[in-house]
Protein backbone atom coordinates (compact mmCIF):
# COMPACT_ATOMS: atom_id res chain seq x y z
CA UNK A 1 0.00 0.00 0.00
CA UNK A 2 1.08 3.78 -0.94
CA UNK A 3 2.82 5.10 2.29
CA UNK A 4 4.47 8.39 2.72
CA UNK A 5 6.28 8.71 5.91
CA UNK A 6 8.37 11.85 7.25
CA UNK A 7 11.18 12.35 9.89
CA UNK A 8 10.66 12.99 12.87
CA UNK A 9 9.98 16.57 14.96
CA UNK A 10 13.08 19.23 15.27
CA UNK A 11 13.58 21.61 17.52
CA UNK A 12 15.97 24.44 15.81
CA UNK A 13 17.18 28.04 17.01
CA UNK A 14 16.30 30.88 14.80
CA UNK A 15 18.59 30.93 11.98
CA UNK A 16 19.41 27.52 11.70
CA UNK A 17 18.19 25.10 8.80
CA UNK A 18 16.45 22.03 9.10
CA UNK A 19 15.47 19.50 6.57
CA UNK A 20 12.51 16.91 6.22
CA UNK A 21 12.11 13.81 4.38
CA UNK A 22 9.39 12.22 3.02
CA UNK A 23 10.43 8.53 2.32
CA UNK A 24 7.88 6.91 -0.23
CA UNK A 25 6.72 3.41 -0.22
CA UNK A 26 4.27 1.20 -2.59
CA UNK A 27 4.17 2.81 -5.80
CA UNK A 28 6.60 4.40 -8.32
CA UNK A 29 7.95 7.71 -6.91
CA UNK A 30 8.55 9.18 -10.15
CA UNK A 31 4.97 8.72 -11.30
CA UNK A 32 3.49 11.39 -9.24
CA UNK A 33 4.62 14.68 -7.92
CA UNK A 34 4.94 15.81 -4.26
CA UNK A 35 3.79 18.87 -2.74
CA UNK A 36 4.66 20.48 0.37
CA UNK A 37 1.60 21.94 2.91
CA UNK A 38 2.20 23.64 5.88
CA UNK A 39 0.00 24.23 8.83
CA UNK A 40 1.17 26.65 11.72
CA UNK A 41 -0.28 25.99 15.31
CA UNK A 42 -3.96 26.90 15.12
CA UNK A 43 -4.18 27.54 11.81
CA UNK A 44 -5.39 26.37 8.36
CA UNK A 45 -3.27 24.63 5.18
CA UNK A 46 -0.99 26.57 3.34
CA UNK A 47 0.44 24.94 -0.35
CA UNK A 48 4.25 25.77 -0.40
CA UNK A 49 4.39 23.95 -3.91
CA UNK A 50 5.66 20.82 -5.93
CA UNK A 51 8.43 18.89 -6.86
CA UNK A 52 8.13 17.02 -10.26
CA UNK A 53 9.59 13.93 -9.04
CA UNK A 54 10.53 12.58 -12.63
CA UNK A 55 12.45 15.72 -13.57
CA UNK A 56 13.39 17.46 -10.03
CA UNK A 57 12.25 20.40 -10.85
CA UNK A 58 10.24 22.45 -8.13
CA UNK A 59 7.76 24.83 -8.15
CA UNK A 60 7.27 27.57 -4.88
CA UNK A 61 4.16 29.20 -4.23
CA UNK A 62 4.46 32.85 -3.34
CA UNK A 63 5.75 33.65 0.11
CA UNK A 64 7.61 29.92 -0.20
CA UNK A 65 10.84 31.29 -2.40
CA UNK A 66 14.56 31.86 -1.42
CA UNK A 67 14.74 30.26 1.91
CA UNK A 68 12.74 27.05 1.33
CA UNK A 69 14.11 24.51 -1.24
CA UNK A 70 12.37 21.11 -2.68
CA UNK A 71 14.73 18.38 -3.41
CA UNK A 72 14.48 14.44 -4.11
CA UNK A 73 16.84 11.49 -3.67
CA UNK A 74 14.97 8.98 -6.36
CA UNK A 75 17.64 5.77 -5.15
CA UNK A 76 15.54 5.98 -1.89
CA UNK A 77 12.48 7.49 -2.92
CA UNK A 78 12.74 10.46 -1.12
CA UNK A 79 11.70 14.04 -1.23
CA UNK A 80 13.30 16.54 1.19
CA UNK A 81 12.13 19.98 2.69
CA UNK A 82 14.88 21.90 3.51
CA UNK A 83 13.98 25.62 5.10
CA UNK A 84 17.27 28.05 5.64
CA UNK A 85 17.58 30.66 8.01
CA UNK A 86 14.57 29.56 9.85
CA UNK A 87 12.59 32.38 12.08
CA UNK A 88 9.97 31.93 14.82
CA UNK A 89 7.19 32.38 12.53
CA UNK A 90 7.93 28.76 10.43
CA UNK A 91 6.82 26.62 13.38
CA UNK A 92 4.65 24.91 11.47
CA UNK A 93 3.84 21.15 10.75
CA UNK A 94 4.80 20.57 7.11
CA UNK A 95 3.08 17.50 5.29
CA UNK A 96 4.30 15.85 2.30
CA UNK A 97 1.42 14.70 0.18
CA UNK A 98 1.47 13.18 -3.81
CA UNK A 99 -1.14 14.44 -6.04
CA UNK A 100 -3.01 16.80 -3.74
CA UNK A 101 -6.71 16.64 -4.59
CA UNK A 102 -6.75 13.93 -6.92
CA UNK A 103 -7.82 10.49 -6.93
CA UNK A 104 -3.84 9.32 -6.39
CA UNK A 105 -3.69 12.05 -2.88
CA UNK A 106 -1.95 10.19 -0.06
CA UNK A 107 -0.35 12.67 3.11
CA UNK A 108 2.41 11.60 5.19
CA UNK A 109 2.05 11.79 8.95
CA UNK A 110 3.41 15.59 8.65
CA UNK A 111 6.48 16.80 10.85
CA UNK A 112 6.67 18.92 13.34
CA UNK A 113 9.52 21.88 13.08
CA UNK A 114 9.64 24.10 16.08
CA UNK A 115 11.70 27.11 15.78
CA UNK A 116 12.82 28.85 19.34
CA UNK A 117 15.93 29.81 21.12
CA UNK B 1 -8.74 36.02 -7.67
CA UNK B 2 -6.29 33.78 -6.06
CA UNK B 3 -8.81 32.99 -3.02
CA UNK B 4 -11.07 30.17 -1.93
CA UNK B 5 -12.74 31.62 0.70
CA UNK B 6 -15.00 29.22 3.92
CA UNK B 7 -17.11 30.17 6.43
CA UNK B 8 -15.10 29.70 9.46
CA UNK B 9 -17.71 27.33 11.48
CA UNK B 10 -20.69 25.70 11.13
CA UNK B 11 -22.79 24.09 13.31
CA UNK B 12 -25.42 20.96 12.93
CA UNK B 13 -27.43 18.96 15.03
CA UNK B 14 -26.43 15.10 14.82
CA UNK B 15 -28.21 13.41 11.80
CA UNK B 16 -29.18 16.31 10.14
CA UNK B 17 -27.81 17.53 7.04
CA UNK B 18 -25.18 20.56 6.40
CA UNK B 19 -23.63 22.07 3.66
CA UNK B 20 -20.15 23.58 3.88
CA UNK B 21 -19.67 26.22 0.87
CA UNK B 22 -16.09 27.19 -0.78
CA UNK B 23 -16.13 30.61 -2.92
CA UNK B 24 -13.77 31.53 -5.75
CA UNK B 25 -13.61 32.50 -9.06
CA UNK B 26 -11.12 29.68 -9.87
CA UNK B 27 -14.29 27.23 -8.90
CA UNK B 28 -15.45 28.60 -12.67
CA UNK B 29 -12.67 26.37 -14.36
CA UNK B 30 -11.89 24.14 -11.64
CA UNK B 31 -13.87 21.39 -9.17
CA UNK B 32 -13.06 21.79 -5.89
CA UNK B 33 -11.75 18.78 -3.55
CA UNK B 34 -12.73 18.65 0.06
CA UNK B 35 -10.22 17.62 3.18
CA UNK B 36 -11.32 16.54 6.34
CA UNK B 37 -8.74 16.78 9.27
CA UNK B 38 -9.21 16.31 12.84
CA UNK B 39 -6.62 17.02 15.77
CA UNK B 40 -3.07 15.82 15.61
CA UNK B 41 -4.42 14.25 11.85
CA UNK B 42 -3.04 14.42 8.45
CA UNK B 43 -5.44 15.88 6.34
CA UNK B 44 -8.26 13.17 4.51
CA UNK B 45 -9.65 13.15 0.99
CA UNK B 46 -13.25 13.10 1.39
CA UNK B 47 -14.58 14.17 -2.18
CA UNK B 48 -13.08 15.39 -5.47
CA UNK B 49 -13.78 15.87 -8.73
CA UNK B 50 -17.35 16.79 -9.32
CA UNK B 51 -18.29 14.59 -6.81
CA UNK B 52 -16.31 11.62 -6.09
CA UNK B 53 -15.78 9.37 -3.26
CA UNK B 54 -12.34 8.23 -2.16
CA UNK B 55 -12.66 4.28 -1.17
CA UNK B 56 -13.24 4.49 2.63
CA UNK B 57 -15.46 7.76 2.75
CA UNK B 58 -19.27 7.23 3.21
CA UNK B 59 -21.53 8.04 0.77
CA UNK B 60 -23.23 10.89 3.32
CA UNK B 61 -20.44 12.79 2.01
CA UNK B 62 -21.04 14.81 -1.20
CA UNK B 63 -20.11 17.42 -3.40
CA UNK B 64 -21.95 20.33 -5.70
CA UNK B 65 -20.69 23.04 -7.87
CA UNK B 66 -22.53 26.47 -9.26
CA UNK B 67 -20.76 29.22 -10.81
CA UNK B 68 -17.79 30.31 -8.24
CA UNK B 69 -19.55 28.30 -4.83
CA UNK B 70 -18.67 24.35 -4.54
CA UNK B 71 -20.17 23.01 -1.75
CA UNK B 72 -19.53 19.95 0.71
CA UNK B 73 -22.56 18.14 2.23
CA UNK B 74 -22.77 15.72 4.66
CA UNK B 75 -26.32 14.16 4.87
CA UNK B 76 -27.17 12.78 8.21
CA UNK B 77 -24.07 14.28 10.26
CA UNK B 78 -22.54 12.05 12.50
CA UNK B 79 -20.24 12.79 15.83
CA UNK B 80 -17.17 11.35 14.20
CA UNK B 81 -17.61 13.52 11.45
CA UNK B 82 -16.58 16.83 14.27
CA UNK B 83 -13.75 18.35 12.09
CA UNK B 84 -12.30 20.86 10.16
CA UNK B 85 -13.04 20.86 6.69
CA UNK B 86 -10.87 22.39 3.97
CA UNK B 87 -11.53 22.81 0.16
CA UNK B 88 -8.76 22.53 -2.26
CA UNK B 89 -8.42 23.80 -5.94
CA UNK B 90 -6.33 25.92 -8.38
CA UNK B 91 -5.77 29.16 -9.25
CA UNK B 92 -7.24 30.67 -12.51
CA UNK B 93 -3.92 29.86 -14.31
CA UNK B 94 -4.30 26.00 -13.15
CA UNK B 95 -0.65 26.59 -12.11
CA UNK B 96 -0.89 27.07 -8.72
CA UNK B 97 -2.75 25.01 -5.79
CA UNK B 98 -4.93 26.99 -3.79
CA UNK B 99 -6.31 25.55 0.37
CA UNK B 100 -9.25 27.66 2.00
CA UNK B 101 -8.89 28.97 5.39
CA UNK B 102 -11.20 26.11 6.85
CA UNK B 103 -14.74 25.28 8.42
CA UNK B 104 -14.65 23.83 11.81
CA UNK B 105 -17.78 21.58 12.01
CA UNK B 106 -19.38 20.91 15.23
CA UNK B 107 -22.20 18.18 15.30
CA UNK B 108 -24.28 19.16 18.26
Known amino acids: QVQLVQSGSELKKPGASVKVSCKAS????????MNWVRQAPGQGLEWMGW????????TYAQGFTGRFVFSLDTSVSTAYLQINSLKAEDTAVYYC??????????WGQGTLVTVSS | SSELTQDPAVSVALGQTVRITCQGD??????ASWYQQKPGQAPVLVIY???NRPSGIPDRFSGSSSGNTDSLTITGAQAEDEADYYCNSRDSSGNQVLFGGGTKLTVL
Open chain 2, 26 to 31: SLRNYY
Open chain 1, 26 to 33: GYTFTKFS
Open chain 1, 97 to 106: AREVGTPEDH
Open chain 1, 51 to 58: INTNTGKP
Open chain 2, 49 to 51: GKN
